[in-house]
């Protein structure tokens, strides 16, 4: 099954902006909406933003979603430490299996 | 509030079989899909498929298609993954995960904290 491309891996001081892409395909992201996973070492992943750009109760507006196309991406601004974790991008795929891809995945390391 | 909560640590012999589950609270169990993701030791997140418990239609990622069995007993709000012969290479964590839709799309909003399988002799 494909994957969304993500970079394995973006770093920042505390209080940076830092931006994850996510790269797809007409069948994917080009066609359904993206959302983005924060998990953090041993513990399960934790909805950030849905339907490219909303966020759930309780999710810091410090984290804000776009698509543009057959890409989106997350933008975590004023970094803390507490956001060092995984993060994973995630789209429905146009296929009769009612398939869903996940990114690859991007560890976000704070300096 | 919306919860799954999903069976306990497993460690099986190649060959033997698993079932594992995620019952769901909080919501009504039948009217939502779940899905099923795995997480390999250190590796990111593959999707292994999709059940509606309301009258258990069930999509497999053509990855997982015939790896594995994914059921539902909505009775008692509870799914299921199932081999029926383990692999070492099936070594891994599983999540269960509600979907829901929003403005005609999906995504995956609650999951549970997962379940991890070790296949070993």
């Known amino acids: 099954q494909s994957v969304l491309t993500q970079p394995p891996s973006v770093s920042g001081t505390p209080g940076q902006r830092v931006t994850i892409s996510c790269s797809g395909s007409?069948?994917?992201?080009?066609?359904?909406?993206v959302s983005w996973f924060q998990q953090r070492p041993g513990a399960a992943p934790r909805l950030l933003i849905y339907t490219n750009d909303q966020r759930p109760s309780g999710v810091p507006d410090r984290f804000s979603g776009s698509r543009s196309g057959t890409s989106a991406s997350l933008a975590i601004s004023g970094l803390q430490s507490d956001d060092e974790a995984d993060y994973y991008c995630a789209a429905w795929d146009d296929s009769l299996n009612d398939l869903c891809v996940f990114g690859t995945g991007t560890k976000v390391t704070v300096l | 509030e919306v919860h799954l909560e999903q069976s306990g640590t497993e460690v099986k012999k190649p060959g033997e079989s698993l079932k594992i589950s995620c019952k769901g609270s909080g919501y009504v169990f039948s009217a939502y899909w779940l899905g099923w993701v795995r997480q390999m030791p250190g590796k990111g997140l593959e999707w292994m498929g999709i059940i509606y418990p309301g009258d258990s239609d069930t999509r497999y990622s053509p990855s997982f298609q015939g790896q594995v069995t994914i059921s539902a007993d909505k009775s008692i709000s509870t799914a299921y993954l199932q081999w029926s012969s383990l692999k070492a290479s099936d070594t891994a964590t599983y999540y269960c995960?509600?979907?829901?839709?929003?403005?005609?799309?999906?995504?995956?909003?609650?999951w549970g904290k997962g379940t991890t399988v070790t296949v070993s002799s």
């Open positions: 007409n069948s994917d992201i080009g066609s359904h909406s």
């Open positions: 995960a509600r979907r829901v839709a929003a403005r005609g799309y999906y995504y995956m909003d609650v």
